[in-house]
């Protein structure tokens, strides 16, 4: 590959497959885009051990890393591994203090632990638990997105998230964020580049955006 084309990683949201990226379009010339998928995790996994396994899958030096919500949170665990020209997250967030209240309290409680995710098989459950109850008119369209329904999968991301320890932002992170996210609320972030209406599932729905913005951004 010529060393002017840039690697380009791109890492989906809890339970989502890679073809949330499937209008992601960038500058052949410039850029050669690359789907990350997420693996069954092994037995009390730390994500630090979760991500080393996922660079088994990056197969160039200094790629950009672009990921989406709690794809966005492995993406800067990965970059603590490997040497990257630039991390991008969306829809996600930088450190456990920009985390909602209500996940925090289920880290207090451990609630999370309780969570009946075996119910979540039922890929309208799925949908609506990790897109939000907004898209019930639309859920046909957002299963095809959804097929991680492993409930150790499952289990294991929902644990991860809400007691992820990162204190400090990584530097360099870029952070897009839309200001109408459910599931990370925008009153609770910092630094970060802000979409007007932009929700939890822009990357689908707001695609243009990216695809004019994107290689500026990794410029």
Known sequence: MSQQVIPV??????AANPTIFEHIKL????????????KIPENNE??????????????????????VSFGGILVQEISKLINTKKVIIVSSVKTKHELPKRMKLLKATKAYKILPT?????????????????????????????????????????????????EQPI??????????????PFSNLSDCITIKGGTHIMIINRYRWFNQNLPKLIA
């Open 118 to 166: 075996q119910l979540l098989s039922n890929i309208d459950l799925l949908a609506k638990y990790a897109f939000g109850n907004t898209i019930t008119k639309r859920i046909e369209l957002y299963k095809k997105y959804l097929s991680v329904s492993d409930k150790n999968y499952l289990d294991w991301a929902i644990e991860q998230v809400v007691c992820w320890e990162q």
């Open 27 to 38: 500058p052949e010339h410039q850029y050669q885009i690359h789907w990350l998928e997420w």
């Open 171 to 184: 530097d360099g992170v870029v952070h897009i964020h839309g200001d109408n996210d459910l599931v990370f």
């Open 46 to 67: 730390s994500i630090s051990s979760y991500a080393k396994r996922i660079c088994q899958d990056i197969k160039h030096d200094n790629p950009v890393l672009i990921g």
């Open 9 to 14: 990683y791109l890492m989906p949201g809890m």
